[in-house]
């Protein structure tokens, strides 16, 4: 029996070495599975195969099989064909399946009845439809490892808090930011959500975050929100102001202050010559783009000496700016 299983241990440690494993990596994966020291050599390269053939890149198998080596363990027809169809089924383009394999690899290891299924399930009475099941489960496969009981219930129960529908609205921000279940809702969801609350978010305010830009919800509230905030209180603005900005432009309590927030109150003030509170009647002045739209258009209605308020500059389409100040035909 002992001299078998050696003969096993060695027969896999040479399929790991023909593959470019080194000695340590090997002795890593047999610890963290067993289940490798009885696994034949055949039924490693089996498993190997198929991986490659369903469109996982030879030089990625090594990162996927080191952090789920149970893969090389397990059934092919049992186990890996059924949960791989069924992903199949879920993706709209080429490679998907494979790059959400790549991602997670242990999703390969859950079961279809009694991990996929109920987690689908979950979705659709929330309301999501088929046709983003697959986006929500593929682009954050580690769904399938959490607990629809314990975790994914009490996100959903989150939301319904904030005066969310649970068969509609909860299921739009589930499925605009998979990533949000991910998060624990007493150490990251809700300090940011009283976060919001204390610089001024009403319940409006606060619905939008949540539908409009859930990655805000998930941002630590001490080392982005607060950062943030304190900046656009040292640049001038009053707290009924970032309240107002906040609550028409969620995303400026997460931008960059030194990419983002900086360079684009230093135009509005030492460029253009406008005051802070211009910009806070005007939150998505934060939202344009820099150099594609603040300084272009301000510098094409300088060189015409047109005056006008931040909404009237930027808040319209290219064609739109073009016919409302004159400009020639074909301008971009």
Request: hydrophobic fraction near 40%; charge should be positive; aromatic fraction near 8%.
């Amino acid at each position: 029996m002992g001299s078998s299983q050696n003969g096993n241990v060695s027969s896999i440690m040479w399929f790991f070495k023909d593959r470019g494993f080194d000695d340590k990596s090997i002795n890593d994966m047999l610890r963290k599975c067993k289940r490798l020291q009885n696994v034949q050599q055949e039924r490693a390269s089996e498993n190997w195969s198929y991986l490659t053939n369903i469109g996982i890149q030879e030089r990625k198998l090594p990162f996927v099989v080191s952090k789920c080596p149970r893969i090389l363990a397990l059934g092919l027809d049992e186990k890996l064909v059924p949960m791989v169809e069924c992903l199949k089924t879920l993706g709209t383009k080429p490679g998907e399946v494979a790059s959400a394999i790549v991602k997670f690899p242990h999703i390969l290891s859950h079961s279809v009845e009694e991990k996929l299924c109920p987690l689908l399930a979950f979705f659709q009475a929330l309301g999501i439809p088929e046709k983003q099941l697959g986006k929500i489960v593929l682009s954050n496969p580690r769904l399938i490892s959490y607990s629809i009981e314990s975790k994914l219930t009490d996100i959903v129960n989150f939301l319904v808090g904030l005066g969310l529908t649970r068969d509609g609205m909860v299921g739009k921000v589930l499925a605009k930011n998979p990533f949000m279940m991910g998060y624990s809702v007493d150490k990251r969801l809700r300090p940011t959500l009283e976060f919001l609350k204390t610089i001024g978010l009403g319940e409006n305010g606060l619905q939008k975050v949540a539908l409009n830009f859930p990655e805000v919800l998930c941002r630590d509230v001490e080392k982005i929100l607060r950062p943030n905030y304190n900046y656009l209180r040292s640049s001038g603005f009053s707290d009924g102001q970032i309240a107002d900005l906040v609550t028409g432009h969620p995303l400026i309590l997460i931008k960059s202050i030194k990419n983002s927030l900086e360079p684009r109150i230093k135009f509005l003030v030492e460029v253009m010559g406008r005051q802070i509170d211009e910009a806070a009647q005007y939150p998505d002045f934060f939202r344009h783009g820099l150099k594609k739209r603040l300084e272009l258009r301000y510098r094409i209605l300088k060189k015409r000496n047109i005056e006008c308020s931040l909404s009237e500059m930027f808040d319209c389409d290219q064609k739109k700016f073009a016919m409302k100040f004159g400009m020639i035909k074909g301008f971009v």
